[in-house]
């Protein structure tokens, strides 16, 4: 079980230098955005649940200037610098410049905090619900993706981005190295996108679209890893795992483990992105691609051509 409390309080320590570490999410974010340029439809109640520091909420406000636009998050310490990206001029006709200095600035985004398990949503509100990087921190994800079906309207869109189980391996090995089994106690444990789309299903959503990409982040020593997990607030939070301190001897053995993946002078951090969208509405099992298992397999060119006029 994730523990809730231990998980707020990391991130909200985290918060005031998130940014500076968050080279993923940010890359994430702007992936996601650019998925919706395949989505036409009208949106105009948005709601981003595990918002941050509102990456991803920035560029959604940029791209629906008229939608009502929700930020919904864990954590009180990252709304609040999420609150201080989302600032805009309450006059348009003034130069930036001058609303900044003058303080004539307004967030237009609803800001609220909350726990993804329990949205303070109105049921079939929403035309568009968005989670990036926040998907890997539930343990009871029918409950959550339960919680985004409730609040979606019928046909609403629902796009995410989530953390695969090949994330952080070398880690995850150097661990196991040194505590055997008990290390994988250490690391939290990510869905894999097949489970992700079938648990879509269970939840009442159709059509459902998985994808992944695979990232390598590089280092010059291992402890760099364990600095920017630290920096990002992406501490163990399961309750299983591996209780008293981790001692400085067997936290250099973890390191002098992670040493052995090193390539090409440097050391490895693998991530797996998980991307999904799925639509309010009950799956249907028809079409001559579908297996037995009621799954379509199409690449992405072929998804972008369906969504093409003509095609």
Not at 11 to 36: C, G, I, P, T
Not at 42 to 50: A, F, I, K, R, S
Not at 145 to 150: I, N, T
Not at 294 to 302: K, P
Request: hydrophobic fraction near 45%.
């Amino acid at each position: 079980m994730v523990n809730r409390q231990h998980l707020r309080q990391h991130f909200s320590k985290a918060a005031a230098r998130y940014d500076e570490a968050a080279v993923l999410q940010k890359l994430s974010a702007q992936n996601l955005d650019n998925r919706l340029d395949l989505m036409a439809m009208q949106v105009n109640q948005v709601l981003d649940v595990g918002a941050g520091t509102g990456f991803l909420t920035d560029k959604l406000l940029a791209r629906y200037p008229h939608a009502q636009i929700s930020a919904l998050d864990l954590s009180h310490s990252m709304l609040q610098q999420a609150k201080r990206r989302l600032m805009r001029p309450i006059f348009n006709w003034l130069p930036p410049n001058w609303s900044t200095r003058l303080g004539w600035l307004a967030c237009p985004v609803a800001l609220i905090q909350a726990d993804a398990y329990a949205l303070p949503v109105a049921d079939a509100s929403q035309d568009l619900v968005v989670t990036n990087f926040m998907l890997q921190w539930c343990d009871d994800l029918d409950a959550v993706l339960a919680e985004f079906r409730r609040v979606l309207r019928p046909e609403g869109l629902l796009m995410l981005t989530s953390l695969g189980p090949d994330t952080l391996k070398e880690l995850r090995q150097a661990w196991v190295s040194v505590e055997g089994e008990a290390g994988h106690q250490r690391m939290n444990h990510f869905i894999d996108m097949h489970d992700l789309g079938d648990a879509l299903i269970r939840a009442g959503f159709g059509q459902p679209v998985m994808d992944v990409e695979h990232y390598t982040l590089t280092y010059d020593e291992p402890i760099g890893v364990m600095r920017d997990l630290k920096a990002i607030g992406a501490t163990n939070a399961q309750g299983e795992r591996a209780q008293g301190l981790t001692g400085k001897t067997r936290f250099k053995a973890m390191l002098d483990a992670y040493e052995l993946a090193r390539k090409q002078g440097k050391i490895p951090a693998s991530y797996e992105i998980v991307h999904g969208h799925a639509w309010a509405a009950e799956e249907v099992m028809k079409g001559p691609g579908r297996n037995k298992a009621g799954v379509y397999e199409i690449t992405l060119d072929q998804f972008q051509n369906q969504l093409k006029p003509g095609s």
